[in-house]
C-alpha cells in the first residue's frame, strides 16, 4: 500500500504565498513521476505542475513564474512553491505520484486526499 498524504493549504490574500507538501510512504521502490492537480468548484481537475525523477518538469500556463515545484528524493517528498496568488488560484490542489512499489514492477498512479487553497481578493 502507498499513501500520499499533503499538507500545507490554507487561507490567503492576493499576492500571498503559500507552501504545499506531499509525502509518499508505503511500499516504495522507485517514484517516477510527482505532480499537483487542482479543481475549482465546477471545474475539471487540471495539471499545475509535475516532476519527472530525472528533474525535468512541466508547468501549466497559468501558473508559469508564479509557482515552482521540487522534489526531496530521499524523503519521497514533493514541494509547491506558490507565489504571487490569485483569487482564480482557489482549488483543492491533489498530489499525484507514479510509483513501481518493487523492482521490475509496473508503475502505478497513486492520488492525495487533497488540500483546500483559497485566496481572497
Known amino acids: 500500500q502507498v499513501q500520499l498524504v499533503e499538507s500545507g493549504g490554507g487561507l490567503v490574500q492576493a499576492g500571498g504565498s503559500l507552501r504545499l507538501s506531499c509525502a509518499a510512504s508505503?511500499?516504495?521502490?522507485?517514484?517516477?513521476?510527482m505532480g499537483w492537480y487542482r479543481q475549482a468548484p465546477g471545474k475539471q481537475r487540471e495539471l499545475v505542475a509535475t516532476?519527472?525523477?530525472?528533474?525535468?518538469?512541466n508547468y501549466a500556463d497559468s501558473v508559469k513564474g508564479r509557482f515552482t515545484i521540487s522534489r526531496d528524493n530521499a524523503k519521497n517528498t514533493v514541494y509547491l512553491q506558490m507565489n504571487s496568488l490569485k483569487p482564480e488560484d482557489t482549488a483543492v490542489y491533489y498530489c499525484?505520484?507514479?510509483?513501481?512499489?518493487?523492482?521490475?514492477?509496473?508503475?502505478?498512479?497513486?492520488w492525495g486526499q487533497g488540500t483546500q487553497v483559497t485566496v481572497s481578493s
Open positions: 516532476e519527472t525523477s530525472g528533474g525535468s518538469t
Open positions: 499525484r505520484a507514479e510509483i513501481s512499489p518493487t523492482a521490475g514492477a509496473l508503475q502505478y498512479q497513486y
Open positions: 508505503g511500499s516504495i521502490f522507485k517514484i517516477n513521476l
